[in-house]
């Protein structure tokens, strides 16, 4: 198969943005502030690299997808380095806005919904899985809200193994209803994408074909 230059170019490009993220992901690993938590944000990074250099990079992926998906694994090494209640970035808002917590990890299941929906509205589509787009709707929100509740019971399965050692890693900061806003956020996140970003992923993806 012979590579258009703007193919080709894409392919290039692809490459340079896997090895940043792969860089900071090493970055992280040097004397995060708690290992645990390290170990439990950055693994999806982990895996989605192996996956990358195994087989992922053959697979078609519009470049507003990946984009999305290498700007998320930046955001969690970074979370992954500091816990998300300590990243600069967070405490400099907190203090700015005169907030009572780090409202990264506010962000972090905000993007947990934003991404995901792209990815499963590309997956949903290319495999044409539903043709209504209104079902379609309903089914990527239902998938995000499914997966921020996997997330929290993850969450819920580290405090069980890990105790008090797994309390950066909940990052609850004493909100006893972080939970509840995590979900809220994802699934604000998921609706917040697929009212912006559907007409440019539209444009992708028929190009793509």
Same mark, same amino acid.
């Given at each position: ?19 940043? =993220?792969?860089?900071?992901? +090493? ?8 290992? !645990? ?26 470049? +507003? ?27 400099? =808002?907190?203090?700015? !806005? ?8 506010? =962000?972090?299941?905000?993007? &947990?919904?934003? =991404? ?5 509205? $590309?997956?949903?589509?290319? $495999? &044409? ?22 997330? $929290?019971?993850?969450?819920? +399965? ?21 939970? &509840?806003?995590?979900?809220? +956020? ?24």
């Amino acid at each position: 198969m012979v590579l258009s230059p703007s193919t080709a170019h894409f392919a290039r490009w692809r490459s340079v943005v896997v090895l940043v =993220v792969a860089m900071a992901l +090493l970055w992280s690993a040097i004397e995060p502030h708690d290992r !645990l938590t390290w170990i439990l944000e950055c693994f999806w990074v982990m895996g989605a690299l192996i996956g990358w250099f195994g087989w992922w990079r053959k697979l078609p992926c519009t470049p +507003l997808l990946f984009c999305l998906l290498a700007a998320h694994a930046l955001f969690l090494v970074i979370g992954g380095k500091y816990t998300y209640e300590f990243v600069p970035l967070g405490e400099w =808002v907190q203090e700015l !806005l005169g907030r009572e917590r780090n409202d990264y990890d506010r =962000v972090g299941h905000f993007l &947990q919904g934003f =991404v995901p929906a792209i990815l499963a509205r $590309e997956i949903l589509i290319r $495999e &044409q899985v539903i043709a209504k787009r209104g079902w379609r709707v309903i089914t990527i929100l239902a998938y995000c809200l499914a997966f921020s509740a996997a997330f $929290e019971l993850l969450e819920f +399965l580290a405090a069980l193994c890990f105790g008090e050692d797994a309390t950066h890693y909940l990052a609850m900061q004493g909100d006893v209803w972080d939970t &509840q806003w995590d979900m809220a +956020l994802c699934l604000l996140g998921a609706i917040t994408s697929l009212a912006l970003l559907c007409k440019a992923h539209d444009r992708e993806l028929a190009r793509a074909k």
